[in-house]
């Protein structure tokens, strides 16, 4: 099986010297090579995320069953958070493959929708320990927009499954992480309708491809 490319995640960057150099770099996030570890880094992306809000985390672990990713207590109790990175590459197309992605909110929310419908399956619907959910990305090719992530709102508000909680985690530099909560059972979102959303499409340019040019003088 070939192996995953690492993530391309990070700003690009341009200074400009006092003697008018003009130097392009990327802060490119520095992925572990492991899948797990890859997790656990995004892990610590979402809880530090998660504490700025207030919320106490009095232990993690992993699992706690065969299956899911981690066991995290705090203060009201024990859930499961279970992730899945997004990895939607056209039909036909390797995944991770280089390159700028155009997007459309419903097609990119249903190419999601297909692994979430798997790990619905697997899980079923009814659990003694509650699962939350964390779609995450480290291709920047794959980042959404508002409007996809308000697409999902639907789905996750619409559809059955198992999860109390949904999250969407974009990381760009190490220290700037989005978070985005897609679905609260206890507090439900009233997104826009799809008629609203559906044309909002976008385009994702991939700041690891970017290079400095410079302009002849007039």
Not at 84 to 105: C, D, L, N, T, Y
Not at 131 to 137: G, K, P, S, W
Not at 161 to 166: D, K, T
Not at 202 to 214: C, K, L, P, R, Y
Request: charged fraction near 25%.
């Amino acid at each position: 099986m070939a192996k995953k490319p690492s993530g391309t995640a990070g700003p690009f960057t341009v200074t400009v010297s006092a003697e008018g150099t003009i130097v392009g770099q990327q802060a490119k996030i520095v992925w572990p090579p492991d899948q797990k570890e890859i997790e656990r880094k995004i892990l610590g992306f979402f809880v530090r995320e998660f504490e700025k809000t207030g919320a106490k985390f009095l232990n993690i672990q992993d699992g706690g069953t065969k299956d899911l990713d981690f066991l995290l207590t705090l203060p009201g109790g024990q859930v499961h958070l279970e992730l899945m990175e997004v990895v939607i590459p056209k039909s036909g197309e390797i995944p991770f493959r280089p390159g700028h992605r155009r997007h459309q909110p419903v097609p990119y929310a249903d190419a999601i929708f297909e692994g979430v419908q798997r790990k619905i399956d697997k899980y079923r619907l009814n659990h003694e320990v509650p699962i939350d959910f964390l779609l995450y990305v480290t291709h920047e090719q794959y980042n959404p927009n508002g409007a996809a992530l308000d697409v999902l709102r639907r789905y996750f508000l619409e559809r059955k499954h198992p999860f109390e909680c949904v999250f969407f985690l974009t990381p760009s530099p190490e220290d700037l992480v989005h978070l985005n909560v897609l679905f609260n059972k206890d507090h439900p979102f009233n997104p826009p309708p799809l008629s609203e959303l559906e044309k909002r499409e976008w385009i994702n340019v991939v700041a690891s491809e970017a290079q400095v040019g410079t302009f002849p003088n007039s």
